[in-house]
């Protein structure tokens, strides 16, 4: 079972696993109206993590209302594969999606 304190998105360049991204998110507690910018952690293999425990303006809380906007950085040069959302609306939904969804 996977860690809810945690948020995992994966990253691709031309469908290939992309390593090596500094990828960052700007956090929105809706409930709250705060605002933090936030950096990930590589995992490997074009995967990376960030630990919600780790918030400093915002205090997560598994039931409240969160999105996250997730940049692969400007080394992506697809934005379909450069950008992901995360989203936590009374812990009802969780998960990362493309931008291509939208």
Same mark, same amino acid.
């Given at each position: ?27 929105? !507690? ?17 995967? %990376? ?33 450069? %950008?992901?959302?995360?989203? !936590?609306?009374? !812990? ?5 999606? !493309?931008?291509?969804?939208?």
């Amino acid at each position: 079972m996977a860690n809810s304190n945690w948020i995992y998105v994966t990253f691709t360049e031309s469908g290939v696993p992309k390593e090596g991204l500094t990828v960052t998110g700007e956090l929105y !507690n809706l409930s709250a109206a705060t605002h933090e910018t936030i950096a990930f952690d590589e995992v490997g293999d074009g995967i %990376y993590k960030f630990d919600l425990s780790t918030l400093v303006t915002v205090h997560y809380s598994p039931t409240g209302n969160y999105v996250v906007a997730i940049d692969g950085s400007d080394t992506l040069s697809s934005a379909t594969e450069r %950008y992901k959302f995360w989203a !936590n609306w009374s !812990n009802i939904i969780t998960k990362v999606v !493309n931008a291509s969804a939208y």
